[in-house]
């Protein structure tokens, strides 16, 4: 239907979407809602004919989906080539602001969905600690016991660049979130509701009027300081009541026998210590980024024990208190007697306000490192644990749940919040050390000319004696004077916050024992385990270094010193898999079955020598990084990793899309825990061994595949030329280099830009390339029966298929053709891959029906196929303005500011529709 008017098509504007009658109602109302406010704002507030063009282009985009042909085509391709510069950038913003809106009212559908199972009492949300309380039967509080001190679950932040949004872009969602949630829960009357509506028009204004693009680089203070945003918006407050709420849970389902909950959640950042290709993260920042942690957290707890002062207002006649508790308060009030004149006689017979007066003046000290704060937070705990028992022994637990959710939070934070992880390349601290070595004995043969086990032999030998390599005069380079100063500053944030508070050494590009020994002997003479041993992790992340890695492993449990600090670490090692890498050198399938038999072979090698592994499993945020819910996580692990232990990082716009908002936090915490507790209990499949040949076969064809088409002499030039890489390179929203070193070869090349680079131009190629040319064969010799058998009975290739089929069901090789068109000018070049790329698409497909029995992609997830068919109209005009803009930049001797910045956001606008960046 035409509108009528232009206050009617306002009221339509970029609301009128495609959406399915299974999606509810209400996400339908807070989709037109929002679209309709998107429309008033282009209508009043942007340049005259925004509003017009791109109700233009979104009719053409949507009819083009709907009835392609010629005629449309050409309308399309004649209102794009109209556009100015300043007009593309217009429409491209309109539309990417769309997103934003449809993107924040999806996140709230699933709150509101919660909050209706739980209102009509339907059955519990699958994957929720309720479904999982529901499961356990009643007398086996033991096994649960048990079950709940295996758990280890480890969360790292990093700062990777993939989150485009700003800082300011994600408050003031975060605002326009709490403003639709207030429509919805609260009563209001008809002016609260006008003032409600009125505010959430002037912050969807705000978003339009702000810049959503970063001016300069973020620095590495500035990724500190977003870390810590993230914490005190959601992380420290729902972690404290993911505990809470399943200790509730299993009180009501176990009885009050039910286990204490052991603190099973932890968090690490790697944020200011990574120093992996990163020059920008010095010394001084690791320092910085340690000292900004702890006083975040200790400034938290100060406002906590405020508010538990103002709380705690008991009265001696009324409620009693512990012996124990009345004589801390004489110790405090002789220790601290500025308090004692401070608190004033009316709170002489409230002694719960009274301690907490005494808690709140020893954190102050803390904070400023001053004498009469707390040594450790152990210390701060044993005051929380001696006000609880004080209540407990009074009968007043009712009023102490904020003191019940601090201790946790206690528990779960310290006095660290979220230790700092060190990394760094093994070619760097390699080459540091040969030239440490140089200096000591002038004539001796460098380590990396000398093979791997006369290099290991002589660091053998290093690390038994006890000379010291670092000269006291001289001037090394500076790579080597930095890499040395990274190091100090990790003896100093230990000396200084404790060992606790710089959690591992990591290395990444780990290929042979001798790289680990470098290591620990280079950390070794920088006083790195002056505070105590610290964890030394290897990074495996090639297809080769994978297959290696058990064999490297074993080598290390074999050598003396090596073996003596994993004794030191109570017979615990932690071993980092890199999917983001293999993925690249090696496409989805092999890297996923390389990482999972290296899983299987190091379990072997742990339990030859009593050591309990933990796997660090470094997952991007995409499909082609290995990104995966936590659910299909478990399934790509062997049963022998299912031992509770699972470290993970959270990467870039991950962290926005799983703990933006509270209901976000609160659902993945709890999905990751149940998975991980559901995983104890799963035993091998039946007749894995059988299906053992079956994906080594697979894996290896795959594989062929795959590197034959990126070992194609050409293929570097058509990725660099189809593909917005280069723009993304400038895009400005990470402290961090694109490329680790000056060359242009793919090895260099970051896995996070390759894939953003594939997503943006809609093929997500390393998600699924080489996955059919490894089924087909099997299907043509062996017929579809096997591989279906497969994946009903092998969790793991029933995982890897889905996460290929959602790759290709999100891919749009027409959009992908369209690029390579656009800019490739070679033919034959275009011609060449473009044949390739879409031979493999649509064998892939074929595989992925024949396996999973569908007629279609997502044929069993309607959700997901909805909300891709949703945004895929909206994400093409922005698809078609970037390769024109792109096109338009590079025939230009140096494009200026107003078309790079048009690229930009023509970047963030289609991260914001398909929701994935790198």
Same mark, same amino acid.
């Given at each position: 239907m035409q509108p009528r008017t232009s206050r009617a098509r306002s009221s339509r504007s970029m609301a009128a979407s495609p959406l399915s009658e299974p999606i509810a109602a209400a996400l339908r109302d807070d989709v037109n809602r929002?679209?309709?406010?998107?429309?008033?704002?282009?209508?009043?507030?942007?340049?005259?004919? !925004?509003?017009e063009r791109v109700e233009q282009i979104r009719a053409l985009t949507r009819r083009r989906r709907r009835e392609p042909g010629a005629e449309v085509e050409a309308e399309l391709d004649a209102a794009l080539d109209a556009l100015t510069v300043p007009q593309s950038v217009d429409v491209i913003r309109a539309f990417a602001l769309y997103f934003l809106m449809t993107n924040l009212a999806e996140q709230l559908h699933r709150e509101r969905r919660r909050r209706e199972r739980a209102l009509r009492g339907e059955a519990p949300q699958p994957g929720s600690l309720e479904e999982l309380a529901a499961t356990l039967e009643p007398g086996t509080q033991a096994a649960v016991a048990r079950a709940l001190e295996a758990l280890e679950i480890t969360l790292v932040v990093t700062a990777h660049p993939t989150e485009v949004q700003r800082r300011t872009t994600i408050e003031k969602i975060a605002a326009t979130a709490a403003l639709l949630r207030s429509l919805e829960e609260r009563i209001l009357t008809p002016a609260e509701r006008g003032e409600t509506e009125r505010e959430l028009r002037a912050q969807i204004l705000l978003l339009w009027e702000s810049n959503e693009l970063y001016v300069t680089p973020p620095t590495v203070h500035d990724e500190v300081r977003n870390a810590l945003a993230w914490f005190r918006g959601t992380l420290v407050d729902e972690a404290a009541l993911l505990f809470e709420r399943f200790e509730q849970h299993l009180a009501e389902r176990l009885g009050p026998e039910t286990p204490t909950l052991p603190t099973f959640l932890h968090f690490r950042s790697w944020v200011g210590g990574d120093r992996d290709g990163n020059p920008n993260v010095t010394a001084? *920042?690791?320092?910085a980024a340690a000292e900004d942690a702890r006083r975040f957290i200790l400034e938290r707890y100060q406002q906590e024990v405020a508010a538990l002062n103002a709380r705690l207002s008991q009265n001696l006649a009324r409620v009693g208190a512990s012996r124990a508790l009345l004589d801390s308060l004489e110790r405090d009030e002789f220790a601290l007697g500025e308090v004692r004149y401070a608190i004033g006689p009316r709170q002489n017979a409230e002694p719960y306000r009274r301690k907490m007066a005494f808690v709140h003046r020893r954190l102050t000290l803390t904070l400023e490192r001053r004498e009469g704060g707390y040594p450790d937070a152990a210390a701060f705990a044993a005051d929380l644990e001696l006000t609880w028992e004080s209540l407990r022994q009074c009968d007043a637990l009712e009023?102490?749940?904020?003191?019940?959710?601090?201790?946790?939070?206690?528990?779960?934070?310290?006095?660290?919040?979220?230790?700092?992880?060190?990394?760094?390349?093994?070619?760097?601290?390699?080459?540091?050390l040969d030239e440490i070595l140089a200096t000591v004995e002038p004539e001796s043969t460098q380590l990396r000319a000398l093979g791997e086990e006369e290099r290991a032999a002589r660091l053998t030998r290093e690390l038994c004696g006890a000379r010291s390599l670092l000269p006291r005069h001289g001037t090394l380079s500076q790579p080597t004077e930095e890499l040395l100063a990274s190091l100090w500053a990790v003896a100093t944030v230990r000396a200084a916050h404790?060992?606790?508070?710089?959690?591992?050494?990591?290395?990444?590009? !780990?290929?042979?024992?001798?790289?680990?020994?470098?290591?620990?002997?280079?950390?070794?003479e920088c006083g790195a385990f002056d505070a105590g041993v610290i964890p030394c992790v290897p990074l495996f992340e090639s297809i080769d270094d994978l297959r290696a890695a058990p064999a490297v492993c074993r080598t290390l449990l074999r050598n003396v010193p090596f073996r003596e600090a994993v004794r030191r670490c109570g017979e615990r090692w932690e071993i980092m898999l890199g999917y983001s890498d293999s993925n690249k050198s090696g496409g989805l399938l092999t890297a996923s079955w390389e990482i999972y038999?290296?899983?299987?072979?190091?379990?072997?090698?742990?339990?030859?020598?009593g050591v309990r592994l933990t796997f660090f499993h470094g997952r991007g945020g995409s499909l082609g990084r290995g990104a995966a819910a936590p659910h299909r996580a478990m399934a790509l692990q062997p049963s022998e990793a299912h031992d509770g232990r699972f470290k993970v990082t959270e990467q870039g716009e991950v962290i926005a899309s799983r703990y933006g908002l509270p209901s976000l936090a609160r659902r993945n915490l709890e999905l990751l825990t149940t998975s991980v507790y559901r995983s104890l209990d799963e035993r091998p499949p039946l007749g894995q061994a059988r299906w053992t040949p079956l994906l080594d076969q697979l894996s290896g064809r795959a594989y062929a595949a795959y590197r034959a088409l990126v070992d194609d002499p050409d293929f570097l030039r058509f990725f660099e030329q189809c593909t917005p890489i280069g723009e993304i390179a400038g895009l400005q929203i990470s402290s961090r280099p694109a490329r680790r070193g000056a060359s242009r070869a793919i090895e260099d090349l970051r896995a996070i830009p390759w894939t953003f680079a594939w997503t943006q131009a809609?093929?997500?190629?390393?998600?699924?390339?080489?996955?059919?040319?490894? *089924?087909?064969?099997?299907?043509?010799?062996?017929?579809?029966?096997?591989?279906?058998?497969?994946?009903?009975?092998?969790?793991?290739?029933?995982? *890897? !298929?889905?996460?290929?089929?959602r790759a290709l069901a999100t891919a749009d090789l027409d959009i992908f053709s369209r690029y390579a068109r656009t800019l490739v000018a070679d033919a034959a070049l275009r011609s060449h891959f473009l044949s390739l790329v879409?031979?493999?698409?649509?064998r892939s497909v074929r595989a992925v029906l024949a396996i999973l029995e569908q007629p279609h992609l997502l044929a069993n997830d309607p959700v997901i196929a909805g909300s891709i068919a949703l945004r895929n109209p909206y994400v093409d005009p922005i698809s078609f303005l970037q390769m024109r803009l792109v096109r338009r930049a590079r025939e230009q001797a140096q494009a200026g500011p107003a078309i790079l910045d048009a690229i930009r956001l023509s970047i963030n606008g289609i991260a914001a529709g398909l929701r994935v960046t790198g």
């Open positions: 929002l679209g309709r406010m998107v429309g008033d704002v282009l209508r009043r507030h942007a340049p005259p004919g !925004t509003f001084e *920042v690791t320092a009023t102490a749940a904020p003191l019940a959710r601090l201790r946790r939070t206690l528990s779960l934070f310290g006095f660290t919040l979220c230790p700092l992880e060190w990394r760094q390349h093994q070619r760097r601290v390699l080459q540091a404790g060992p606790q508070a710089l959690g591992s050494l990591i290395l990444s590009g !780990t290929t042979a024992p001798s790289d680990m020994l470098a290591l620990m002997l280079l950390a070794r038999q290296a899983q299987r072979g190091l379990c072997a090698v742990a339990a030859e020598h809609r093929a997500l190629l390393p998600a699924w390339y080489g996955f059919g040319s490894a *089924v087909l064969p099997q299907l043509e010799r062996e017929g579809h029966e096997t591989l279906r058998q497969c994946a009903r009975a092998f969790p793991f290739f029933e995982a *890897v !298929t889905r996460s290929v089929e879409n031979a493999e698409h649509e």
